[in-house]
């Protein structure tokens, strides 16, 4: 059954109450028209609760938008939504990225995340060519898709909202690495579900590095506002050697500051019985106490490493919840390690993601308790680095 304004209805209740699903819920295919975004074809996802959202096709299938009931929870940039055809991935020394940054999704890889690396090439044995130099967060999120389909399907008296496409990071004498990409939504719910495949579609031995930067923004970040997350202990934070200079831990959020410097954490996480691991926003105060959240919910199979990205800056006030595959020092490390994933011809990893909305004082009590069952966080504000580099099995 799906439930639509406090009540159950049937397939047959919906169909008699209007003359196409549209009314209350569906996927549409739309093209922004102007400025930095025109010419981006986008997907628009309505589930009927008030909870909506956007897909970029020709931004790797990101999610940009999304609100519920209004309220705003994916974050917008300044930069906007921008055409990949302006984008200059190797400009401003590697940073040019952040040209492109904006959304409530930007995935990075898929053979690079992190910061700026040259990495020797010879694994694609092409004498001209001596390394792959790799700007940050790597290529995908500004690579155009090939929208495969789109729309509504039933099962029975229950209705999902999808679409899927194709994403090719290619190149001659290089990597050829297919991202293939589902997104699920269930009318009448306020959730839902990614599905991605990286598949090595080339014949060189390929690295692969997979990680989602999640960009909440106000209202559900606001002053007071908490993460949420099975933190069994802060691994390391970028700011570590002047921690309390700018008055801002990891755990409870401030309004908007001023000259504020990101701060990022990697905090190693703690699973349910399933592997799942949930983080979440919540902002308890939100609508005189009504109280609003969003989730993130990972397999620790899948995403090993967790950061915590804090964006505080007037104007550009985001908190980012990042799962990834790798410790936060890149290829690097991971090479130094032995951390490094490596497919062939045909090998593929898979990651199913779940992207919920927390709605009101009793959702977010829940949320509260479920990951407190799991582990503990630190009520310290500023717990201590351990410099413990958790070994990632591969």
């Known amino acids: 059954m799906v439930e639509l304004y406090g009540r159950e209805m049937s397939r047959r209740d919906v169909a008699r109450h209007a003359g196409m699903l549209s009314q209350f819920a569906g996927v549409r295919l739309v093209t922004l028209g102007d400025g930095v975004e025109r010419g981006i074809r986008m997907l628009e996802f309505r589930t009927g609760t008030g909870f909506r959202f956007t897909v970029l096709i020709d931004r790797a299938l990101d999610v940009a938008d999304c609100e519920y ?85 039933w099962e029975g008296d ?68 908490r993460y949420v997350a099975p933190v069994r202990q802060t691994v390391w934070a970028a700011h570590a050697d002047d921690y309390r200079r700018q008055g801002v831990g990891y755990r409870t959020l401030p309004g908007p500051q001023s000259n504020f410097h990101e701060q990022v954490w990697q905090h190693e996480m703690g699973a349910d019985a399933d592997g799942k691991v949930p983080v979440a926003v919540v902002n308890e105060g939100f609508d005189g106490g009504r109280g609003i959240g969003f989730m993130v919910e990972t397999n620790a199979s899948e995403f090993p490493c967790q950061y915590e990205w804090q964006n505080l800056q007037e104007g550009q006030y985001a908190i980012g919840i990042e799962p990834s595959t790798n410790h936060v020092f890149g290829k690097p490390f991971a090479r130094e390690r032995g951390e490094l994933i490596w497919l062939e011809h045909g090998d593929e990893r ?36 351990t410099d413990e580099w958790k070994a990632i099995a591969r």
């Not at 694994?123 to 495969?148: A, C, E, F, N, Q």
């Not at 090719?168 to 997104?183: K, M, N, T």
């Not at 009101?360 to 829940?366: D, K, L, M, S, V």
């Open 69 to 153: 009931r209004g309220a705003a929870i994916g974050w917008h940039s300044p930069a906007g939504f921008r055409n990949p055809a302006l984008h200059e991935y190797e400009g401003e020394g590697g940073l040019a990225w952040l040209r492109s940054f904006s959304g409530l999704m930007v995935t990075c890889g898929l053979d690079h995340i992190l910061f700026m690396d040259a990495d020797p090439a010879d694994h694609y044995h092409y004498v001209h060519r001596k390394t792959v130099d790799s700007s940050i967060h790597g290529r995908i999120g500004t690579i155009p898709g090939r929208l495969t389909g789109y729309g509504e399907r």
């Open 158 to 225: 229950e209705c999902t909202l999808w679409c899927e496409g194709v994403v090719q990071q290619s190149a001659v004498f290089g990597e050829d690495l297919h991202l293939i990409r589902r997104i699920e939504a269930k009318v009448g719910s306020n959730e839902f579900v990614l599905t991605d495949r990286v598949v090595n579609h080339g014949f060189y031995r390929t690295p692969h590095m997979y990680l989602y930067h999640i960009n909440l923004g106000h209202p559900v970040l606001g002053e007071g506002s």
């Open 350 to 385: 898979r990651y199913e993601t779940r992207f919920a909305v927390i709605d009101g004082a009793a959702e977010i009590a829940a949320a509260q308790a479920r990951i407190a069952a799991i582990a503990a966080q630190p009520a310290d504000d500023y717990p201590a680095p």
